[in-house]
């Protein structure tokens, strides 16, 4: 979103492991932010502070507390639409550049997913139900959109790259659907 591009490539499933790096950055990060002294801030500089305080705070409920990730299967539609997405706008000059992040990161979809299995736990009926239109609709980005997209970029290796991440993850999309609908939500309970 500021427009630096050194991570496009990424796209990292939520495992135990990254859960725990991400919950001890933020421990780290509000350290930081709770010995920076106030009274030595410009009120503007005050401000930011205060904002990064509240957003790790949030951040810290989040991952710690809500624990949506074991709740919500919706909470995986960042990684596996919206990061994916992200990639799509921007200048035309750059469309390969972009088509290779979004191969990179459709090829760690099926891990994203498989992860996703391991960690949803007793999502209630009404998050799988309201998740499931969103897993329909990254299938509609994967087959239509993305190779729309890829085909700006003239380079028949960056195409081909693109084609075999895009159906690998079409296919973990499809499989992660049919295990929302027969396996979790025949079981899921109303809250």
Known sequence: RAGDRRGDHRLEPVTQASLAAEAAWLETFARRLAAVPEATLTPARR???DSLVAWTRGAQDELLVARRW?????AYLELVD????ALLPGHAR????????ASA????VPDVLR???VNLREPARESLQEA??????????YRTELPAFGARCREPRTQADL???????????????????EDLLPRAVAR
Do not use: K, N
């Not at 074991?70 to 919706?74: F, G, I, L, Y």
């Not at 499931?132 to 980005?141: H, K, M, Q, S």
């Not at 084609?163 to 609908?181: K, N, P, Q, S």
């Open 47 to 49: 401000a930011r502070r």
């Open 70 to 74: 074991e709740r919500d299967p919706a």
């Open 82 to 85: 919206d990061a994916v997405r």
């Open 94 to 101: 750059a469309a390969c550049d972009r088509t290779r992040a």
């Open 105 to 108: 990161r459709l090829a760690r």
């Open 115 to 117: 992860a996703a299995r």
């Open 132 to 141: 499931l239109p969103g897993f329909e609709r990254v299938l509609g980005l």
């Open 163 to 181: 084609a075999e991440a895009d159906t690998l993850a079409v296919r973990a999309v499809e499989d992660f659907l049919r295990y929302l609908r």
